[in-house]
């Protein structure tokens, strides 16, 4: 009796003493991560804060100037006069424009840390901070379409999400503020010069450029932003693309019913397909070819079919969640694909 006791306390003694040892190291390896520059989670602050605000600012003096005491922005953001509107237009794009700038960072960074958490080499509460970020940014891009469409209630308000990826593929995010401005020149018009003229080639040429590249000699009007359609973005600088007016291809697409989804970027293309929540790596078969892919679960097929463009086997990579199999295709060429998979003939 006495023995067994004896073990028991031994045994207990142990265990605390691996706990005590293993927290210690813990934290010593958070200490010297923060040390080396690394948080524990990621960033919030990826929402352009300072555009926001400017927008609002403005919109509040518009208010106060043309329907004070009004709660019903529809009503009178649609009534503005044209000046007026084309200003608050314009603030709307800069916020716009800053978002999508903070979308692609975040995209990229959520491929990135997706395939670090994946391996165990991020924490879960890292990751989530991820989610939380992309989902703050989801929130704002909805309040940016929410007062497009009080600005232009008969136009399609995803039309300046569009618009503002455009202008950030081709320049990045800068786009002149006002006090940049002459005094004397009217800000809707000088920010339509930097912006490519409808119909225009992507690249060079006579169409725009960023704020003190040459630009075109006439001037545009902010509805061109609200009516581009969601699915015919230009392409980024160097990538062509079909001739001027002709659709471009979209950056993503699949659906639930298909069994998958997928989206796109100068890198790679992004397959996201459903598989059940039991589903174990030793159950899932990906074959990547360079113009091919088949996925595989249990010996069922969920996903095959022929490219619509060549990827890198050997850059390609896949992981696995619960409820999802991630797919990523290394392209072998910059330019969009006009789908996952190639039309039957």
């Given at each position: 009796?006495?023995?067994?006791?004896f073990?028991i306390?031994?045994?207990?003694?142990?265990?605390?003493?691996?706990?005590?040892?293993?927290?210690?190291w813990?934290?010593?390896g958070?200490?010297?991560l923060?040390k080396?520059?690394?948080?524990r989670?990621?960033?919030?602050s990826?929402?352009?804060?300072?555009?926001?605000?400017?927008?609002?600012?403005?919109k509040?003096?518009?208010?106060?100037?043309?329907a004070?005491?009004s709660?019903?922005?529809?009503?009178?953001m649609?009534?503005?006069?044209?000046q007026?509107?084309d200003?608050?237009?314009?603030?709307?794009?800069?916020r716009?424009?800053?978002?999508?700038?903070?979308l692609?960072?975040?995209d990229?960074?959520?491929?990135?840390y997706w395939?670090l958490?994946?391996?165990?080499?991020?924490?879960?509460?890292?990751?989530n901070?991820?989610?939380?970020?992309?989902?703050?940014l989801?929130?704002?891009l909805?309040?940016?379409?929410?007062?497009?469409?009080?600005?232009?209630?008969?136009?399609?308000?995803?039309?300046?999400?569009?618009?503002?990826?455009?202008?950030?593929?081709?320049?990045?995010?800068?786009?002149?503020?006002?006090?940049?401005?002459d005094?004397?020149?009217?800000a809707?018009t000088?920010?339509?010069r930097?912006?490519?003229?409808?119909?225009?080639?992507?690249?060079g040429?006579?169409g725009?450029?960023?704020p003190?590249?040459?630009?075109?000699q006439?001037?545009?009007?902010?509805?061109?932003?609200m009516?581009?359609?969601?699915?015919?973005p230009?392409?980024?600088?160097?990538?062509g693309?079909?001739?001027?007016?002709?659709?471009?291809?979209?950056?993503?697409g699949?659906s639930?019913?298909?069994?998958?989804?997928?989206?796109?970027?100068?890198?790679?293309?992004?397959?996201?397909v459903?598989?059940p929540d039991?589903?174990?790596?030793?159950?899932?078969?990906?074959?990547?070819?360079?113009?091919k892919?088949?996925?595989?679960?249990?010996?069922?097929?969920?996903?095959?079919?022929q490219?619509?463009?060549?990827?890198?086997p050997e850059g390609?990579t896949?992981?696995?969640?619960?409820?999802?199999?991630?797919?990523?295709?290394?392209?072998?060429?910059?330019?969009?694909?006009?789908g996952?998979?190639a039309?039957k003939?």
């Amino acid at each position: 009796m006495v023995l067994a006791v004896f073990v028991i306390i031994a045994v207990v003694t142990v265990a605390v003493g691996l706990s005590t040892l293993i927290s210690y190291w813990l934290n010593r390896g958070e200490s010297e991560l923060e040390k080396l520059g690394v948080s524990r989670t990621y960033p919030r602050s990826t929402l352009p804060g300072a555009k926001i605000d400017a927008y609002f600012e403005l919109k509040e003096r518009l208010r106060e100037q043309y329907a004070k005491g009004s709660d019903q922005d529809r009503a009178w953001m649609s009534q503005l006069p044209m000046q007026a509107k084309d200003m608050l237009k314009y603030r709307l794009m800069q916020r716009a424009i800053g978002d999508m700038a903070a979308l692609r960072k975040i995209d990229a960074d959520a491929r990135g840390y997706w395939r670090l958490f994946s391996k165990g080499m991020i924490t879960r509460t890292f990751w989530n901070s991820v989610m939380e970020a992309e989902q703050d940014l989801t929130q704002e891009l909805e309040s940016v379409k929410l007062e497009a469409s009080c600005v232009e209630p008969s136009q399609d308000p995803q039309g300046i999400i569009s618009e503002a990826m455009q202008f950030v593929m081709r320049y990045g995010d800068k786009l002149a503020s006002t006090a940049e401005m002459d005094p004397s020149t009217d800000a809707i018009t000088e920010m339509m010069r930097h912006l490519p003229p409808p119909g225009a080639a992507a690249g060079g040429g006579a169409g725009g450029g960023p704020p003190g590249a040459p630009g075109p000699q006439h001037g545009g009007h902010p509805q061109q932003m609200m009516q581009q359609h969601p699915n015919h973005p230009r392409p980024p600088p160097g990538m062509g693309g079909p001739h001027p007016g002709a659709p471009m291809p979209p950056q993503k697409g699949g659906s639930e019913e298909d069994g998958y989804l997928w989206k796109q970027d100068a890198d790679e293309l992004e397959v996201s397909v459903i598989v059940p929540d039991t589903a174990t790596k030793a159950q899932v078969k990906v074959t990547f070819g360079a113009k091919k892919l088949r996925v595989e679960h249990a010996g069922t097929v969920l996903v095959e079919g022929q490219l619509a463009a060549a990827c890198v086997p050997e850059g390609s990579t896949w992981t696995l969640s619960k409820g999802r199999l991630v797919v990523s295709l290394e392209k072998a060429d910059p330019r969009p694909w006009p789908g996952l998979f190639a039309a039957k003939g």
